[in-house]
């Protein structure tokens, strides 16, 4: 797995068009947020469309280490035996959240305002990240927080035992950060209240709503402001995870890049903190017809039909739309590359403590793959090749980064001559499918010998 066993290097070659219906599996971050609140429920939640990625599976693994009964019926198919606010029992050894900054991030949240110690790691990458974003405001809250320099993993957090209520404003625009706090402060007494100026995923607000808590979104001046009442019994839920629009940029990007292709990926979210890569990519002249949009999981959802796209221009991606997008520039870089023009990406520094650097990591692998890449601190330009005319023919380094792996795989798809991945292994923390998944669509995609 992922940071702790072997590498496995991956080549993708061009192959024929890619044809077919891309199911890709269950939203990573629903799925954490579904494992968690219903640890935090009184009584049983049922889960479907679970995506078991090593991620989410670690996450299982804590929930059950802090009393939850967490059990696998099938497929996807889970159930949250929950403890209830502040019904947590302290874990008897440490928490390894593996590759998941969401989960660590999540949990320190959750168990922060109980009385109790936890101490937390992860694998290579995760204790690269900085976690003073959200220890930060946890002490507001009185727990202590002991970590390596610069905030990093392994870290203890001492719960508070006697916790107050907090008002506090996001410095970053971070879902991790903002649904960190709203953990603690269900179990803190009074009002807990979180202000964020640029919207983030609204998963956690939508389903605290959604598990019984009382909780109101008000937008004003400074932004959107969350007030969650503290301490609510949190009642168990019948979740049905939908689709993740994060893995589904995948199959689409690839389909996009590679010539003759026309395939269906159904049930991609709309929710509109999570779709602003389809919206850049229709800005750009891509073939992307939004079909039968409908409800699914609560979410906005449709089934998108993408079609090979060959004049695609590139454009400049409006900054305030990065936090719907923050996960996917790294496969819009790739796509970017076999566009016409300059596309530029302004406001992403936050790509610089994802997995990885990921401005790095997609300036260098590009260059291998003989694109002509401009960065800075905050911001990454990809100068677009057009269609077919990227060189391709290089090993990028990965660095423990599923998305970096999946990117250059889609790359490699498209260019003249083969990309390889130095490692593939870590695809398996959020789309453990994808080999099967692209492989069934008419990718080439072959397993290298380390
Ligand atoms: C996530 C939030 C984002 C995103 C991550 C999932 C979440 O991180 O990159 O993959 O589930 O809340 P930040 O909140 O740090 O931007």
Not at 246 to 266: E, H, N
Not at 330 to 350: C, I, Y
Not at 365 to 374: H, I, N, Q, R, S
Request: hydrophobic share 45%; with cysteine.
């Amino acid at each position: 797995m992922s940071g702790h066993g072997v590498a496995q290097p991956m080549t993708a070659r061009a192959a024929g068009p890619l044809r077919g219906v891309a199911e890709v599996p269950g939203d990573k971050s629903i799925s954490h947020r579904a494992l968690i609140f219903g640890a935090m429920a009184v009584g049983e939640t049922k889960i479907t469309g679970l995506l078991e990625g090593q991620d989410v599976l670690d996450t299982a693994t804590a929930m059950r280490a802090f009393g939850a009964e967490v059990l696998q019926h099938g497929p996807g198919a889970w159930s949250v035996h929950g403890v209830g606010v502040g019904g947590f029992a302290e874990p008897a050894d440490v928490i390894d959240c593996g590759n998941s900054g969401t989960g660590v991030r999540l949990i320190m949240g959750c168990m922060a305002t109980t009385a109790m110690t936890a101490t937390f790691t992860g694998d290579a990458s995760l204790r690269k990240r900085p976690m003073g974003r959200v220890t930060d405001p946890l002490s507001l809250f009185g727990a202590q927080a002991f970590g390596r320099k610069g905030g990093r993993l392994p870290m203890t957090v001492v719960g508070a035992a006697h916790p107050v209520p907090v008002r506090y404003a996001l410095p970053v625009a971070s879902a991790q950060v903002k649904s960190a706090v709203l953990l603690a402060g269900l179990n803190a007494p009074g009002q807990t209240v979180v202000i964020e100026r640029e919207p983030t995923r609204d998963h956690s607000e939508r389903m605290l709503l959604g598990f019984g808590a009382a909780l109101t979104v008000e937008k004003t001046a400074e932004g959107s402001v969350i007030t969650l009442t503290g301490q609510p019994e949190l009642r168990p839920q019948v979740v049905a995870v939908p689709r993740d629009p994060s893995s589904a940029a995948f199959p689409v990007c690839a389909a996009l890049i590679v010539p003759g292709s026309d395939i269906m990926v159904p049930g991609v979210s709309q929710n509109l903190t999570r779709n602003g890569l389809y919206l850049t990519l229709v800005e750009m002249g891509a073939e992307i017809e939004f079909l039968n949009p409908r409800e699914e999981g609560g979410e906005p959802v449709a089934d998108l039909r993408v079609r090979f796209s060959g004049n695609m221009k590139g454009i400049e991606v409006p900054p305030e739309r990065a936090p719907s997008m923050i996960d996917e520039y790294p496969v819009l870089s790739v796509v970017a590359s076999f566009a016409t023009g300059r596309t530029v990406m302004r406001g992403v520094k936050e790509l610089r403590v994802k997995e990885s650097d990921r401005i790095d990591a997609m300036a260098r692998g590009l260059e291998a793959c003989g694109v002509t890449v401009e960065e800075d601190e905050d911001t990454l330009i990809v100068h677009g090749m057009g269609a077919g005319a990227v060189p391709g023919g290089a090993t990028c380094a990965v660095h423990l980064d599923h998305r970096i792996a999946m990117s250059f795989l889609v790359c490699g798809m498209a260019a003249v001559r083969p990309v390889t991945v130095d490692d593939a292994s870590p695809i398996l923390t959020s789309f453990p499918v994808f080999e099967g998944l692209m492989r069934t669509l008419g990718a080439d995609l072959r397993r290298v010998e380390p």
